[in-house]
Structures are given as C-alpha cells and as structure tokens.
C-alpha cells in the first residue's frame, strides 16, 4: 500500500526524498560554497563558522508545501537565530532572481533566499525536492541532518498541529552537546529539475569547451609575467590545478571580478557567468577529457613586454622600489615629471610593474595643483579628488571615453602612491608608467570627483557596520567610470544616485569586496546626472574574526591612508554636460 502511494505521490509531480544516513558534502572545509541572496547581498559559508550550524530550507516559488511551511520554518527560526545560521536555497531553474524576491516579499520571508543557480550545490548535496531542511557542520559542511521541517505538512493536506517537531528536536539536540540520530524521514515537497538530469555534460572536452572559457576570464592574470602565482599554459597544469580551480569557483573566489552581475554593464567586465562556472566544474568531476585539436592555451603567445596599446607618446620609469620578504608595507610615494616641453591632453595611462607580483594598486594625481572641484561646495583632498589614473598591477591601462582627456600643463609634477604587497621572498620593482596624448584637444575634460568620510568609528569585533559618504553635485554631469575603494574589514560597498525626483539608482554594487582587487567600473552607457544628485558611497565593514582579512579584530578603527587603517571612498570620473 506504501510503495503504490508513492508511486502515485511521483505522477503528481511531487518527489519524495529518503536519505539513509547523513552524507558529508564533498571535502569538509575545502567545500566552502558562496551565493547572491535574492536581494542581491552575498554568502559565504565560512563567514558562519562561528554559529553552531547553518541551517537551509529548501525554497521553490509556488511550491504550496514551502508556502504552507514557513510558519513553522519562521517559528524555528526565532527560536533558534541566535545560536545558529538560517537561509533558504533555491536551486529552481525556473525561478530569476526578482521573481525570488517578489516571492520573498509576498510571503514575508523572514531570512535570506540564497540563489543556486548553477545547481553545483545542489548537485553537490543531491537536492531533488523543495520543503526540505538542511543541517551543515559550521566547518566541516558534513550533513548532521535532512529531512522535513515537521509532519504538519502532507500533500494536497495538513493538520491543524505537528505531532513530530524534527527540526526543533535536531538543533535542540546540537545545542546539548549531542549527536543527531540518523533519520529515515519523508520530505514531502515539489520537485527541483536538475541540470545533471536534462543535460549530457559528459561530453565536455577541454580544447573545445574549457580552454575558451579560461582565455576569457583567466588567463589575463594566470600568463607568464602576470600577477597571478601559476600560468594557465597547458592541459597538463590544467588537470593538475583542477582541485583549486574547482575549489575557487564553488566559492566565487575567482575570477576577481567583484560587481553584482545584474547591476549595471561594464565594458571591462570578466565576470564568469554561472552556465560557464558549471561546465569547468563538471569538466573535472566528470574525467576532464583532452578533446582534439591543438592546446589552446598553449598556443597563447607568452611576451608580456610589450605595451597593450601599443608604445606611449611618453614612458617615465621610475625609481627603484626594495620590497621586503614579509609585513605591511606602507604606500610608496614618488614624484615625477613628464618628458616633454608643452602643454598636453592626456588620453590615457598604462602601467607596466617591473615586477607585477608585488605590484598591488597605484594612484597617480596632479597634487601640487590640488584644483577646487567644479561640481562640489567643499574643500578639494588631495589623492582624491585630483586623480588621474587608478589602477591595480598587472599590464593595467587606462584609456579615458572617446573624446575626453586629462589637461596638464607643461612642467606639471604629477605624484604616484603604489600599494605594494609581499611574496615570502624580497623583492625589487622598477615600474614604467607610459602615457598617451592627444593630437588636438578633447571636447570634453575628463574630470575625477570622489565622495568619501573620514569621521567614521568602525568598533572592535563588529559585523556589519554601516558608513556613508555622500556629495551634492551643483552641475550637469556625465559618469563614465566608477572605482568603490575599502581596506581590509571592508564588506560590502556600492555606489548611487539619489536624484533630485527622489529616486536612487545604484550604480555599482560589490557585494564581496575584496581588499586584494581594486577595479575601476568603467561603464558600457554613461549615466547622465542633473545637478542636485547626490552621490551616495554606501560601504559595510566587518571588523571581527569571521573576516579572513582582518588584521586585528580587537582595533577600533578610524579613517587613515594605511591598509591597516580604513577608507571609504568612491573615485569616479565625469564629464560636465554644455
């Protein structure tokens, strides 16, 4: 009678899901999985090692099971929050993420919705129905128990009241100290189509799907002379990579391309989309073959001397900079001049590191001038807001819109500040920075503006501390290019506008800022602004140990120009509108 009930129970289009025994997720810590929430804020499942689980719920739009339950998911919830970690997944290929969200909404969702939508974690845990719960070690990501939430919930039925708590009773057991008994439970919910399912990925072949993937989004970093520590050269060091590679695509590591991908559109974007993420992770779980044809990364020609945009008009190399083996190295600075005898419109920068590994970000400005701001009514700062150029090591090249440039006048001194960073080993870099001129002048001066707020307190072992900077504009302008700038305990940041009708659009959002990887947003379609918009920097900072960044949790920390202080600042650079 049971077996044709469930028979029944599957051409209805439910699945019914029976785990014998807790299964680990892949390899313990190595398994540290990253997700988007529906709101667009980010998850690593590291940041959560200091609860004493992460608790999931599997979550479908339209699922009535997953409606029906989340009274008693939400009731769990208050019960609990403050010992352990609670989300919602959902690995539905159907559901986008604003439709997640107007479902969170509707249903007054009381934590955050993390988005599957590569299914690798849900390859990974073999999830096949929705309404199911989830308990994962905080460290070890082992399955300490799955199965339904309670057994108030049957299909096309319900009681008025539970008889059976199972999630209440498994967390209350974690919290005594004690092992969770294996469960046979039924999850009873609605099925979750899996790509594994309806796709043949077997047939995936590095030379004619990987290696493509990787020269797009990789090998500008991973090449002979650039700032990453191995060269993505062959299939060989592919296969023998595959371990990392996979490792740092489960946990959006890499590539480092920070900015939400359905915020704005940026034309230097190398930002890896999910549908080619899963193709090299399942290339290496399924047996990684060759394919024909030649290497494609082999064939990639391996000179990095010579300029991306072909030999400046001007190359000034500066002075020799020792870098010690090991410690926090504060900014270097260096003044230079220009080799030439007239005035110049600049229409661009490129900086090439002597040594591109110790190379971490530059800031070039014209601050002996440290001209007022045309748009803003307040005091100019030098470094920010007279900027040319900024940019990370590594072949990094700076060619400002058609049309603009930067004036300087003949005999400008213009300074370098130069984050270096070490590599276990001393160092020497003897960097060159070339710049490119126009013929005849630009229509438009290309001006730098950068809100930011040095009156900030960030406390000791703090989360989530939320500090704004804002500037009113007093003209027209356009936005071109857009550069969010933290330090070590920064979060999250983003960028906005507040326009004068009481809108706010976001610009940017970098929802896992990284220290490591200072990137300038150079915008596909230039935002126009009307003068009274505020520009609105918005950075979230946490200060605690759950941040793998931070060098010292127990500091109070304030505005300062040292890494081991804070910032928060947003460079961007505009055009006035006539």
């Keep these: 009678m049971v077996r044709r009930l469930f028979i029944l129970l599957f051409l209805f289009g439910c699945l019914v899901s029976c785990k014998e025994a807790p299964q680990p997720i892949a390899d313990g810590r190595k398994a540290d999985y990253a997700f988007y929430d529906a709101h667009g804020e980010f998850h690593r499942f590291s940041r959560y090692n200091d609860s004493k689980a992460i608790v999931l719920y599997v979550q479908g739009n339209g699922c009535?099971?997953?409606?029906?339950?989340?009274?008693?998911?939400?009731?769990?919830v208050a019960e609990f929050k403050d010992d352990f970690?609670?989300?919602?997944?959902?690995?539905?290929?159907?559901?986008?993420?604003?439709?997640v969200r107007k479902e969170a909404e509707d249903f007054n969702f009381q934590v955050p919705v993390l988005l599957d939508s590569n299914q690798l974690f849900a390859d990974a845990l073999d999830i096949n129905t929705t309404a199911e719960a989830i308990i994962l070690h905080p460290t070890t990501r082992e399955v300490l128990y799955r199965g339904p939430v309670n057994n108030r919930l049957d299909f096309e039925g319900q009681k008025s009241a539970p008889t059976e708590s199972y999630l209440r009773d498994?967390?209350?057991?974690?919290l005594q100290g004690q092992t969770i008994a294996k469960t046979f439970e039924v999850t009873k919910g609605c099925k979750v189509t899996r790509l594994s399912k309806t796709q043949k990925e077997d047939s995936l072949t590095y030379t004619q799907d990987i290696a493509p993937i990787l020269q797009n989004h990789c090998v500008r970093c991973h090449k002979d002379g650039g700032i990453a520590p191995w060269q993505m050269k062959d299939y060989p060091t592919i296969v023998g990579w595959s371990e990392m590679i996979k490792e740092v695509l489960w946990s959006k590591r890499m590539p480092p391309w920070k900015a939400d991908p359905t915020i704005g559109e940026f034309t230097n974007s190398f930002s890896l989309p999910d549908s080619q993420a899963r193709k090299v992770v399942r290339w290496i779980e399924t047996g990684m073959k060759q394919g024909p044809g030649e290497d494609p990364l082999a064939t990639i020609p391996t000179d990095t001397l010579v300029w991306p945009m072909g030999t400046p008009d001007d190359i000034v190399t500066l002075k020799k900079e020792s870098i010690p083996a090991t410690g926090v190295i504060p900014?270097?600075?260096?003044?230079?001049?220009?080799?030439?005898?007239?005035?110049?419109?600049?229409?661009g920068i490129a900086m090439k590191p002597g040594n591109p590994k110790v190379v971490h970000h530059f800031v070039i400005a014209e601050t002996d001038g440290n001209k007022e701001s045309l748009i803003v009514n307040r005091p100019p700062t030098p470094w920010?807001?007279?900027?040319?150029?900024?940019?990370?090591?590594?072949?990094?090249?700076t060619i400002f819109p058609d049309s603009t440039g930067v004036f300087l006048k003949k005999g400008s001194s213009l300074s370098i500040q130069i984050h270096y960073t070490t590599t276990g080993k001393p160092e020497v870099d003897e960097t060159q920075i070339g710049f490119y001129f126009h013929e005849t002048p630009p229509a438009n001066p290309l001006y730098a503006i950068a809100p930011y707020n040095h009156t900030f307190t960030i406390p000791p072992y703090s989360k989530d501390t939320k500090v704004v900077a804002r500037d009113t504009i007093t003209k027209d302008i356009t936005l071109h290019y857009l550069g969010p700038h933290m330090h070590y305990r920064g979060k999250s940041i983003k960028?906005?506008?507040a326009f004068p009708s009481g809108e706010i659009q976001t610009l940017v959002s970098v929802?896992?800022?990284?220290?490591?990887?200072?990137?300038?947003?150079?915008?596909?379609?230039?935002?126009?602004?009307?003068?009274?918009?505020?520009?609105?920097?918005?950075g979230v900072y946490d200060n605690s140990y759950q941040n793998?960044?931070?060098?010292?949790?127990?500091?109070?920390?304030?505005?300062g120009i040292q890494s081991i202080d804070e910032m928060l600042i947003g460079f961007m650079n505009y055009t006035i509108d006539k």
């Design 64 to 76: 009535p099971i997953v409606r029906n339950g989340l009274t008693d998911f939400h009731e769990v």
């Design 85 to 99: 970690a609670f989300f919602m997944l959902n690995a539905n290929l159907q559901d986008s993420r604003e439709s």
């Design 170 to 174: 498994a967390l209350t057991t974690l």
């Design 331 to 347: 900014y270097r600075y260096q003044k230079f001049t220009l080799n030439v005898d007239r005035d110049v419109w600049i229409s």
């Design 384 to 397: 920010i807001d007279n900027y040319i150029a900024v940019g990370t090591g590594g072949d990094e090249t």
């Design 495 to 497: 960028i906005m506008a």
């Design 511 to 538: 929802p896992d800022y990284n220290f490591n990887w200072q990137l300038i947003y150079k915008l596909k379609e230039p935002i126009s602004l009307p003068k009274n918009t505020v520009l609105v920097v918005e």
């Design 548 to 559: 793998p960044l931070n060098p010292d949790p127990s500091q109070e920390l304030h505005y």
